[in-house]
Nanobody, 117 residues
Framework: QVQLVESGGGLVQAGGSLRLSCAAS????????MGWYRQAPGKQRELVAT???????AYADSVKGRFTISRDSATNTVYLQMNNLKPEDTAVYYC???????????WGQGTQVTVSS
């Protein structure tokens, strides 16, 4: 079992920046990938960005060029730097960790990001 704790959400004006953090209770090197997802009211949860154990990254088209995912194995933390935020980025952001053996997906409790226009 692992605990993922997100932080860094809040209220920001359009064009502003936030950095989300996801602290894991054990080594993130044990996960094949970690990622950030978000869920807006009335919508399905969607992938925002992922980073593999080899630090390969992938982004949703809607955030490319604005968001950057990174990882720090020394502190077992994954970050999501969000720049040029837009009102449509408003959502609860969740951290995810994907484990291969045994197969498991872990989720944090979520952190609210609200972007005002």
């Amino acid at each position: 079992q692992v605990q993922l704790v997100e932080s860094g959400g809040g209220l920001v004006q359009a064009g502003g920046s936030l950095r989300l953090s996801c602290a894991a209770s054990r080594s993130i090197s044990s996960f094949i990938a970690m990622g950030w997802y978000r869920q807006a009211p009335g919508k399905q949860r969607e992938l925002v960005a992922t980073i593999s154990s080899a630090s390969t990254t992938a982004y949703a088209d809607s955030v490319k060029g604005r968001f950057t995912i990174s990882r720090d194995s020394a502190t077992n933390t994954v970050y999501l730097q969000m720049n040029n935020l837009k009102p449509e980025d408003t959502a609860v952001y969740y951290c995810n960790a994907e484990q291969v053996l045994p197969r498991a997906d872990y989720w944090g409790q979520g952190t609210q990001v609200t972007v005002s226009s």
